[in-house]
């Protein structure tokens, strides 16, 4: 990890119709709600640029493609997430993206990604994103099934996918992953399969495939919050799972994160950074952030967040005892694990001295492997990662 970088993650909650499983901070909103809101991100992208450092203006050209960073910290990636970025226009999209190179020093190979639903996408966004220099786009579909998509309360056919990602590719996105959704409610082992069979021919260049979790406040949670039985079952969600490893690995995909697969070098940067603890600077409603051992989040109404996007009550500075867990609890998730070296470089103290027990306890039953230098998940490990990382906190 490189103290000197920092990533930019930048919340969009805007979206045509809240999905039947979505907890996140997200809803539908008209035209002035949008343009209030982007006018108050704006605001947002002025304040960070000036707290980190901005050189001398940038234009959108320049910004992501022949100048370095001029400021003290190195901007190496942006993700801009949801809600569902592109329910705004394809000039709100453009927009967007020329206020952030006015406000920032974008690194000239930063990884820029754009959340996208095939509902709210068409030629113009795509051109637009092209054009503001987006090289990696992640494309919600969920499932290649359309009578999935109706159950999870998504806007879009399998078709009307296809037609949109066919569109990006065709312009030349060389960066695409596909966001896929498994377990569902009444889903078998075969149906799942049949998903991640189509997604993998499509040979995009990264597939995240998560388990669905149902979330208090989801109209899924009133469905089936009390009746676990109408959901598939600890061992048909295992075998979902190793299915899916085992497809995608044939067909040329590294298991590199616990829901998360790429092609050789095309591992997601942004989310990468998260888990070595990179710092991030979070803008939008409800956005979080960590800079220089502090975490601090957003407002997480739109009232407040236009009226006011710092929520002094979210500040909490991580001790040191907070770090190392986070080290841990974060680093497991990737497959490669985490380094005894990192460890004592970042800390001081070797990790036996502070989790010599724990260590030790899940190497010999075997959940974690430790070969002297690295510390990863095993296989029966992967299956139950929550209840060992929970013992890293």
Known sequence: MNRNEIELYIHIPFCVRKCAYCDFLSGPADEGTKARYLARLFDEFAFYGEMLGKGKHADRETAH?????????????????GGTPTSLSAEQ??????????????????EITVECNPGTLDANKLSALKGAGVNRLSIGLQSALDDELKLLGRIHTFEEF????????????????????????????????????TVA?????????????????????????????????????????HGTEEMLASAGFVHYEISNYAKPGFECR????????????????????????????????????????KDPSTVETLTGKDRMAEFFFLGL?????????????????????????????????????????????????????????????
């Open 93 to 110: 999209l453009s927009g967007l993206f020329e206020r952030l190179y006015g406000c920032f020093d974008i690194e000239r190979d930063a």
């Open 162 to 197: 296809l037609k949109e990602y066919k569109a990006a590719k065709s312009l030349g996105f060389e960066n695409i992953n596909i966001d896929i959704m498994q377990a569902l409610p009444g889903q078998t082992v075969g149906k799942a399969m049949r998903t991640v069979k």
């Open 270 to 309: 942004h989310n990468k950074g998260y888990w070595t603890g990179t710092d991030y600077i979070g803008m939008g409603l409800g956005a979080a952030s960590l800079l220089d051992g502090v975490r601090f989040g957003n407002a997480r109404t739109l009232e407040e967040y236009v009226s006011c996007f």
């Open 65 to 81: 493609g022949a100048v370095e960073c001029k400021g003290p910290r190195r901007i190496t990636s942006v993700f801009v997430g």
């Open 201 to 241: 021919s499509l040979e995009p260049e990264h597939i995240s495939a998560y388990s669905l979790i149902v979330e208090e406040g989801t109209p899924f949670f009133e469905r089936y919050g009390a009746h676990p039985e109408l959901l598939p079952d600890e061992g048909t969600d295992r075998a979902i799972y």
């Open 333 to 393: 998730r990737m497959t490669e694990g985490v380094e005894r070296a990192e460890f004592l470089r970042r800390f001081g103290i070797p990790a036996d001295e502070v989790y010599g027990d724990v260590l030790r306890k899940h190497v010999a039953a075997g959940l974690l492997k430790d070969d002297g230098k690295k510390i990863s998940l095993t296989e029966r490990g992967i299956d139950i990662s929550n209840t060992v990382m929970c013992e890293f906190l």
